[in-house]
């Protein structure tokens, strides 16, 4: 057998790299990183996840000062923004959970290749000038913003800028127009919207935050639109011109008709995210992306090329960081000889705006298509933890295969759906039942009631309402 000088190779040091490479060293793997940025953690830790997050939870805290929230709980404040210590807090956050996987990587004994790689055969990559050999490659090289054509993203001008250079704007815009009503659109809106910007999310299809529950979809847009968001549905833009500092942006109705200028002093465009596969020489080893310019896979994250694997956004499936990660755990223990699985079916996704959306399993839409269900809900506004804590926007939702009462989807708009949706998940992987749910003790008083209560709405008896 050849002589490697790795037992696996990970190209790409995001969710779903570190954790791969951190699992096949804990199996006893001699394991290698490739990563070209100057800090470990990829997207997520450096400009998605993490830094969205420090943004999200600093403008809610403004916000509730600002907008009398917290004066109505008794806590008098007269709140000043302080933008330069909070893009501080969001780098010092950044940095501390970055710097922790390099410790994590020499804890481990994983050997940092600084650079990007490139394939030279299917067992040998080039990173940095020097060829490095492994009997197995994971590629984990993760996705980039989708441009939008004919619009110039410039993040330094700070003027038409994708999710990182709204991450970092120097000033609060007055006009801001989001481009794209996903879930980058809608928690980065949300920030700057909060700390005082005129917000216009500019969204092709009819309703926001694709792939979501309808109704959800739909509760979603009148909550924006109630925190004073200005939500144009059923809209694409067709060109944006900068001039200094502000831009003009043209827009018009989906199906045709007259178009409208919108002025914007910020332009983000968040129209969706695409895999990295430039640059990696996949046509050295013959692997052929699919239509989506994705890296194609079987179950156990094998490419059909021998020795090398991929996982993360640079495969199909939704692009998140928690399935990135539990693919990396599951592609390292396949390469160990053991069995790595990810059940696709269970994969909770979050908004992270206020209320938090959250949804785990299918919508009713598709549930629906697939046979008959039932379907419970409940509002948050019945819920007394909610309720107490003047949150009582939203509901929970709960849909059930009508005759085998299986839990096929949860959804959620609460202030810590987030949170919740982990037990609908975890209920999920056990193949629960919606009674399983309803006849579960729940703490009292806690939003997670709401759960159990959708849950018993399944066979018609929620006790709050
Ligand atoms: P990535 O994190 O993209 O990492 C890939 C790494 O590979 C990068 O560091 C890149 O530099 C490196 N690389 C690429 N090519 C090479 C090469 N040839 N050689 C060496 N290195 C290479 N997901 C969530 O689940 N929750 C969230 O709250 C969330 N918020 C987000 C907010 C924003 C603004 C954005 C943009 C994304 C967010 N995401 C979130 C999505 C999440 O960041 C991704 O799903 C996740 O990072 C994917 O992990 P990955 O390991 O596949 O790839
Ligand atoms: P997205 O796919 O969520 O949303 C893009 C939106 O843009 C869609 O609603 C789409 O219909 C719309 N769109 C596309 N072209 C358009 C056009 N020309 N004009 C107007 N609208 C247009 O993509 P987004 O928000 O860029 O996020 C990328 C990825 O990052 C997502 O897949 C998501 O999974 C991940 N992410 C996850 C987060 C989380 O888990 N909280 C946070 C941020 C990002």
Redesign the pocket.
């Given at each position: 057998m050849a002589d490697y000088d790795y037992d696996v190779l990970v190209?790409?040091?995001?969710?779903?790299?570190y954790v791969a490479a951190i699992r096949a060293a804990q199996l006893g793997l001699k394991t290698a990183c490739?990563?070209?940025?100057e800090t470990l953690g990829?997207?997520?830790l450096n400009?998605?996840?993490i830094p969205?997050?420090a943004m999200l939870h600093a403008s809610e805290y403004f916000e509730q000062a600002a907008s009398g929230a917290m004066t109505k709980l008794g806590v008098k404040v007269t709140p000043e923004l302080d933008l330069e210590a909070m893009h501080g807090q969001r780098r010092d956050s950044v940095k501390g959970l970055t710097g922790g996987i390099e410790f994590l990587f020499k804890k481990n004994k994983i050997d940092w290749l600084k650079g990007?790689?490139?394939f030279r055969d299917a067992h040998t990559v080039e990173v940095a000038g020097k060829s490095v050999t492994a009997k197995n490659i994971v590629i984990?090289?993760?996705?980039s913003v989708t441009p939008l054509p004919g619009v110039e993203i410039d993040n330094d001008k700070g003027v038409v800028v994708d999710?990182t250079g709204a991450l970092e704007l120097a000033s609060v815009p007055k006009k801001m127009v989001v481009i794209g009503g996903g879930v980058?659109g809608l928690?980065?809106g949300s920030v700057w919207r909060r700390l005082g910007a005129e917000v216009t999310v500019v969204e092709f299809l009819d309703q926001l935050l694709p792939g979501m529950d309808g109704e959800v979809r739909k509760e979603a847009g009148k909550l924006f639109k109630k925190q004073g968001m200005t939500l144009k549905l059923g809209t694409k833009v067709t060109g944006v011109e900068v001039k200094g500092k502000k831009a003009k942006v043209t827009v018009e109705p989906a199906a045709g008709g007259d178009a409208e200028v919108i002025e914007a002093d910020a332009v983000l465009v968040s129209i969706g995210?695409r895999p990295?596969t430039e640059?990696?020489g996949l046509d050295k080893i013959g692997l052929e992306l699919n239509q989506r310019g994705q890296i194609e896979t079987d179950h156990d994250f094998a490419t059909k090329v021998d020795g090398v694997w991929a996982?993360?956004?640079?495969i199909p499936g939704p692009?998140?960081?928690?399935k990135?990660e539990d693919e990396g755990i599951a592609v390292a223990e396949n390469i160990a000889g053991l069995t790595g699985i990810v059940n696709h079916d269970v994969i909770p996704g979050?908004v992270?705006t206020f209320p938090e959306i959250a949804g785990v399993g299918l919508t009713e839409e598709a549930a629906k298509e697939r046979g008959a269900v039932k379907v419970g809900k409940f509002p948050m506004l019945a819920n007394s933890r909610a309720k107490t804590n003047h949150e009582p926007d939203g509901f929970v939702k709960v849909i059930a295969d009508a005759e085998t009462d299986r839990v096929l989807g949860v959804w959620c708009i609460a202030s810590v759906a987030g949170t919740m949706i982990a037990q609908a998940a975890q209920a999920m992987e056990f193949g629960a039942t919606s009674e399983d749910i309803a006849y579960t003790c729940h703490a009292h008083p806690t939003h997670s009631e709401a759960i159990k209560e959708a849950a018993m709405a399944v066979t018609g008896k929620p006790i709050h309402i």
């Open positions: 190209i790409g040091a995001g969710p779903g790299g490739a990563e070209g940025r990829g997207t997520c400009v998605g996840c969205s997050k990007y790689a490139q984990a090289t993760g996705s999710s980058i928690e980065l995210r990295n640059g990696l996982i993360g956004d640079v692009m998140l960081a928690h990135a979050v992270y």
